[in-house]
Structures are given as C-alpha cells and as structure tokens.
C-alpha cells in the first residue's frame, strides 16, 4: 500500500521523475488494476451512502434524471462506463502522438492515461465524502453548493490536464506544447463523459 501511495503522492509533486519509475516498474500492470479498483471501491461506497442518505444533488443533472436520482444513476451507469471512456482517451492519445513520431506503446499510453485522469478524481471524491459528513451531521440532505461543487471540478481538471501533459511528454518523447495540444483534446473526450454521468 505504500509502495501505491509513493507513486500518487511522487506524480502530483514530481510527475516527470515519477512516470519514468513508474513505466519502468514490473508491477505497474497491478498498480494500475489497484488504481482504478481502488477508485471503483471509494465512489461506489459513497454513491451507495448517498443514495441511502436521499441526497439532493446541487444542480439538474445534464441526464434527464431528477436531483433526488442523480447518484443512483451515476452508480449503475457512471462507474461502469468510466473504464470504456479509458480506453477512449488511450486509443485516442495513441493515434495522436504517432502524427509527432510518439514511441511509447498502448499498453503503457494505458498506464499513463489511468494515473493521469485517477489520481485528480480521488480528490473529486473528496466533494462527496464532505457531503456526507455533512448529510449526516445536520440531517440536511443537500449535498455541496454549487460553488463548492464548480471548485472541486477546477482543481480535478488542472490536475488532470497538468500530469496528463508531462506523462505524454516523458513516455513519447514529444514537446511540450504537443503533449500539451493532445491532452487538451483527450481531457475534452473525458469530460464530455464526466459532465453527462457525474454532473
């Protein structure tokens, strides 16, 4: 567990030298099963929580689903989706570093795309275990406000956008500004996702 920890806390300080380790590690298949295990475990615990909580989601959700259902639907249509939309991204940023000559493989664009989009949503979660605490201690079933909600989503975002950016650039060895313009664009396929099942 702390070998898995090491790697998170590595990547969002020092996400150039911490990438280099990590696709070189011979146990980097089980992290990256770990990651995304790990992430299922703590968002299908909090959804579960919510759901028995009756909370209120803080906007309409972009689904034509009420306030009152919006994490019933994110658990069973949200979280198994958020896999296929992975790979998504990674078929994605793979094409498109071979128009810049990338070398790096699939299956480490995989591992890169995994860490790179996981490690910012387990702050996300943060959003909602706050909500809980929150539901349970004051009996009021409204999650965050908006406003709580959108800053959330501003620091999910940068994060994603600052690791994804340095992980292209260190496994293809490309420019900057080219892992920069792939993974604007792979972050847009993301969160086109994100927004219509977890917002």
Not at 54 to 64: E, R
Not at 140 to 164: G, K, P, W
Request: charged fraction near 10%; charge should be positive.
């Amino acid at each position: 567990m702390k070998y898995f920890l090491r790697y998170i806390f590595e990547i969002l300080i020092t996400p150039n030298k911490a990438f280099i380790e990590l696709i070189k590690d011979f146990n980097k298949k089980r992290l990256s099963f770990f990651m995304i295990f790990f992430l299922m475990v703590l968002y299908s615990s909090a959804f579960i929580c919510l759901i028995f909580l009756k909370a209120v989601f803080p906007v309409k959700p972009f689904l034509n689903i009420s306030q009152e259902n919006f994490f019933l639907s994110s658990f069973l249509l949200g979280l198994p989706s958020l896999i296929l939309i992975y790979f998504m991204c990674t078929a994605f940023v793979q094409f498109t570093v071979k128009q810049y000559e990338g070398i790096g493989n699939f299956e480490d664009t995989l591992l890169i795309v995994i860490f790179s989009l996981s490690i910012p949503l387990y702050i996300y979660w943060f959003y909602y275990f706050i909500s809980i605490m929150i539901i349970i201690t004051s009996g009021n079933t409204n999650c965050l406000s908006f406003y709580a909600l959108r800053f959330f989503l501003l620091i999910t975002a940068v994060l994603q956008l600052y690791i994804l950016t340095n992980a292209v650039r260190i496994l293809h060895i490309i420019k900057f500004w080219q892992a920069l313009v792939i993974s604007i664009a792979a972050l847009i396929i993301f969160w086109a996702f994100f927004v219509i099942f977890f917002i």
